[in-house]
């Protein structure tokens, strides 16, 4: 049997199952507030064109707008400066094989319930690796820390100072993408970026060093307790947007499931 035949039967069986690591995109989802200064980023709206009516007698359908950065979305190297010049560099001209790919799960849950400010640095990094082995080129790496369990204000939990959510290093981020030669990094949280992620040196050093590198983002993932720390495939293709610095997408995860 091709692998390709046997996954078939490994998804109808139960063998493989899916898991949806997406928000459902809806006008109250929070998204990323920046200072005042600067252009901020759009809620999801929609309106309604007909529904069986006067406006489509046998047809109901919407029309849809928000951010390429609303809800659970994806970060292509051009979002940043430091990625403005990367190569093939936009949603609409990654490459597809870019989309599919092997995911391992750092478990940040407890650390972030007790710090908010929880950091991903290269010790948590190196013993996640002493438990389950070294992360391999080519994966994502996603950060679990729970946040996408939180509602309402406590998910941006900004402060005065700015909001306050767990994120890598600079050094987190740097072994990750040059040590490890990682695909792309995902976090639960609005951003790939601590809430207070603006006071390290680069500012943002996981959107400054990822995209700097040709890596990819991915925010707003749920689910992330779902999946196993290794051994899962990822999903995870924008919409392919002319010039696009992003997209909100569907993620799934395969992961191993009880069936035969
Ligand atoms: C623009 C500026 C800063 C950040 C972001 C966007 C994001 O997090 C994003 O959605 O890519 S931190
Ligand atoms: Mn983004």
């Known amino acids: 049997m091709s692998v390709l035949d046997q996954l078939a039967t490994a998804l109808a069986t139960g063998g493989v199952r899916v898991v949806d690591l997406t928000h459902t995109l ?11 200064e600067f252009g901020q980023c759009a809620r999801f709206r929609m309106e309604e064109v007909s529904a069986y009516d006067h406006r489509g ?38 490459d597809p ?24 640095t290269p010790a948590v990094i190196e013993t996640w690796e002493a438990a389950h082995g070294r992360i391999p080129e080519g994966t994502w790496v996603l950060m679990r820390t729970d946040w996408s369990k939180r509602r ?14 767990p994120g ?19 976090t639960e949280t609005v951003g790939t970026d601590a809430g207070q992620g603006a006071h390290y040196t680069p500012p943002y050093p996981a959107h400054y060093i990822l ?22 495939i990822l999903i995870a293709p924008p919409l392919k947007i002319r010039h696009g610095t992003g997209s909100p997408l569907r993620v799934l995860a395969l992961v191993p499931g009880e069936g035969a």
């Open 26 to 36: 809806d006008p109250d989802f929070p998204v990323i507030v920046l200072p005042p």
């Open 57 to 94: 007698p046998a047809w109901k359908w919407h029309n849809i707008s928000m951010s390429e950065h609303t809800g659970t979305h994806f970060d292509a190297p051009v979002h940043w400066v430091s990625g403005r010049d990367v190569p093939n560099g936009h949603v609409d001209e990654i």
């Open 97 to 120: 094989a870019a989309f599919v790919g092997p995911v391992c799960v750092i478990d940040c849950s407890e650390g972030a319930a007790r710090d908010e400010d929880f950091e991903l």
């Open 152 to 165: 309402g204000a406590d998910y941006l939990n900004m402060r005065e100072d700015g909001a306050h959510s």
């Open 168 to 186: 890598p290093t600079p050094e987190g981020i740097r072994l990750l993408v040059e040590g490890r030669g990682i695909r792309g990094f995902g």
């Open 211 to 232: 995209h700097g590198a040709g890596r990819y983002g991915l925010q707003c993932l749920s689910n992330l307790d779902q999946l196993p720390p290794t051994g899962a």
